[in-house]
């Protein structure tokens, strides 16, 4: 069973930058098989996915382009967002997801960090 441990949430104010973590351990597989993604959730609206990574292709929404940069460490078995020039609309709850990209297709998520962007 795959265990994904988020770090790095926070309270940052517009413009700052913050780096989220997600350790991926999982006895057994291989990290590299894995989507890794991050998704947020906002308070009273859906959650959305933000970032995504697959065997080395990274995917972002629009409105996070250009400002969040996506990237694993294999040797640490790590995910980073970077995310720069933060607004207050990029408050959040980030969650951290693995999904693996073959039989038996397992999907996990990490416990979600809180990300606060305000002045």
């Known amino acids: 069973q795959v265990r994904l441990v988020e770090s790095g949430g926070g309270l940052v104010q517009p413009g700052g930058s913050l780096r989220l973590s997600c350790r991926f351990s999982?006895?057994?597989?291989?990290?590299?098989?894995?989507?890794m993604s991050w998704y947020r959730q906002a308070p009273e609206k859906q959650r959305e996915l933000v970032a995504q990574s697959i065997g080395g292709i990274t995917k972002y929404t629009s409105s996070v382009q250009g400002r969040f940069t996506i990237s694993r460490d294999t040797a640490e078995n790590t995910v980073f967002l970077q995310m720069n020039s933060l607004k207050p609309e990029d408050t959040a709850v980030y969650y951290c997801?693995?999904?693996?990209?073959?039989?038996?297709?397992?999907?996990?998520w990490g416990q979600g960090t809180q990300v606060t962007v305000s002045s």
């Open positions: 997801y693995a999904r693996q990209l073959i039989a038996p297709f397992n999907v996990d």
């Open positions: 999982e006895a057994g597989s291989h990290f590299a098989i894995y989507e």
